[in-house]
């Protein structure tokens, strides 16, 4: 029998996305933009406390294209706790301005693929992975990915050597990356509509198209990923939520 990867799971983690109705937005007073506007900061400085005691963390963005207008990345020890904040964003007198085009579950994952350490020091690397702070880099690329099935070419049947020889390589590829691009590797299999999704943030937007298009060479992505869909957008800070919002 093959035998499956053992995984360090962390904090559950919810993609939202959802685009603005401007016609709706245009038609309120700018008095009443001002308040929903502040509402809405309100609702994000609560979750900043949540990262300032480290029970969770978020990254909200600007996407780029028409697969929505305004990204959040969640991330949050509970899966429950992701609902809680999802009803608590979906109460927002502002959200009903906002429309839900797409969202993505998953957790993040660490496979144990180059040996799984008890020495403390890689503990305490595993943790900081498991439990991060996301990054305020400037730029965010998100993607989900299956690994094939597919007669010859399926990643599920092959040994856990073959497997964690070609998880090695993919590992060299990414480390040529360090310093340009942090990622974040979430697992959704059981929870979403695909296996694995790829979080990956840098400030030079450049570095997303470079490290994929380096990878797809790379046997593990070109004979066993599926790549669906890919989203891109552009850190959303706080203070900008304003001038996002303002006409
Ligand atoms: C900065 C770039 C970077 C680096 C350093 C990196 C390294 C590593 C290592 C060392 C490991 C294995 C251990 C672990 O940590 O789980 C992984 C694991 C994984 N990766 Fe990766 N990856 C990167 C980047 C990176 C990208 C860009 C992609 C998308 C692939 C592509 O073609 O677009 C990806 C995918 C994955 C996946 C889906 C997994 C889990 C596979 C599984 O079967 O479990 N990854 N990855």
């Not at 943790?127 to 399926?154: E, H, T």
């Not at 964690?164 to 959704?188: E, N």
Request: glycine share 6%; with cysteine; aromatic share 14%.
């Amino acid at each position: 029998m093959v035998e499956a990867v053992k995984t360090h799971d962390g904090w559950y983690c919810l993609h939202d996305f959802r685009t603005i109705n401007w016609a709706k937005w245009r038609i309120l007073s700018s008095e009443k933009r001002s308040q929903l506007t502040n509402d809405f900061i309100n609702f994000i400085t609560s979750l900043e406390n949540v990262s300032a005691e480290n029970n969770g963390s978020h990254y909200f963005f600007d996407v780029t294209g028409h697969k929505a207008d305004l990204g959040l990345m969640l991330l949050r020890p509970e899966l429950s706790d992701l609902n809680n904040v999802e009803n608590q964003f979906n109460k927002l007198e502002i959200a009903d301005y906002f429309v839900r085009t797409h969202s993505y579950i998953s957790v993040i994952e660490l496979s144990t693929y180059s040996g799984d350490s008890s020495n403390p020091k890689v503990m305490k690397h595993i943790q900081n992975r498991l439990y991060p702070q996301l990054p305020k880099n400037k730029y965010v690329c998100f993607y989900p990915m299956n690994k094939k099935r597919d007669g010859d070419d399926n990643w599920f049947r092959l040994s856990m050597e073959e497997r964690q020889k070609l998880m090695y390589d993919h590992g060299m590829i990414g480390r040529q990356y360090a310093g340009q691009i942090r990622q974040f590797i979430t697992g959704s299999i059981g929870f979403d509509d695909h296996e694995w999704g790829v979080t990956l943030f840098s400030n030079d937007a450049l570095q997303f198209k470079k490290i994929v298009y380096e990878m797809r060479f790379d046997e593990a992505s070109s004979r066993y990923g599926d790549f669906p869909y890919f989203m891109v957008g552009v850190h959303l800070p706080k203070e900008n939520i304003p001038t996002f919002l303002s006409l």
